[in-house]
């Protein structure tokens, strides 16, 4: 990818890198169609760097976001932004499972980060290890000060649970998935978020 930008006279800092490659297609010659847009849309030859801001107007709001964002929210103990970015999220297509992927994905970045401090690492550091975004490392700190490895242990089992619930036909999936944010809301409440 920097190779590819590099040829147009244009480039990335490490926090747009990340975030441009986290939205990624699969699909390798879709991604590089994104890249060559993202060139057109910096300016080629205009030697200009791109900072996450400057790539905000490019990238817009992903589906996927709105579920990333109701994950931090309901781990956040902020149940009616969780619900919110929940719904959202429906209306731009996406499922139950992908939400109750979120999750699950958020509580593992949170025990990974938590495993690392616990051997010794600096919180900081070990979140972002953890490949959490620096737009959400406050808050993600905020969250992994109040959640311990053994409350993250007594949630995953519901996690687990959700995930399978969903994937059952003619299950209610998305109600499953806001019961899910709401147990996991309430939990981050108790704990002083």
């Not at 890198?17 to 699969?26: C, D, I, S």
């Not at 959640?147 to 996690?159: A, G």
């Not at 944010?181 to 704990?191: H, Y």
Request: positive net charge; hydrophobic residues 45%.
């Amino acid at each position: 990818m920097r190779e590819l930008l590099a040829r147009d006279g244009v480039s990335l800092n490490a926090d747009a890198l990340q975030m441009f490659v986290q939205r990624l297609p699969k699909e390798r010659g879709v991604a590089r169609q994104e890249i060559e847009r993202l060139a057109l849309y910096l300016g080629p030859g205009s030697g200009a760097t791109a900072t996450p801001a400057d790539l905000e107007g490019f990238l817009g709001v992903e589906p996927e976001a709105s579920l990333f964002d109701a994950a931090a929210d309901a781990f956040g103990g902020r149940l009616a932004d969780a619900q919110a970015g929940l719904r959202r999220a429906a209306q731009e297509g996406e499922s139950g499972p992908a939400a109750v992927r979120a999750i699950g994905m958020h509580l593992g970045k949170l025990r990974r980060t938590l495993t690392l401090a616990k051997a010794g690492a600096g919180l900081q550091e070990a979140a972002k290890a953890s490949g959490v975004f620096w737009k959400q490392e406050r808050e993600f700190l905020r969250q992994a000060r109040a959640w311990s490895l053994e409350e993250l242990d007594r949630i995953q089992p519901e996690v687990l649970a959700a995930d399978k619930a969903c994937k059952t036909a003619g299950s209610p999936d998305r109600l499953i998935a806001e019961r899910l944010a709401l147990t996991v809301a309430g939990r981050a409440r108790r704990l002083g978020l």
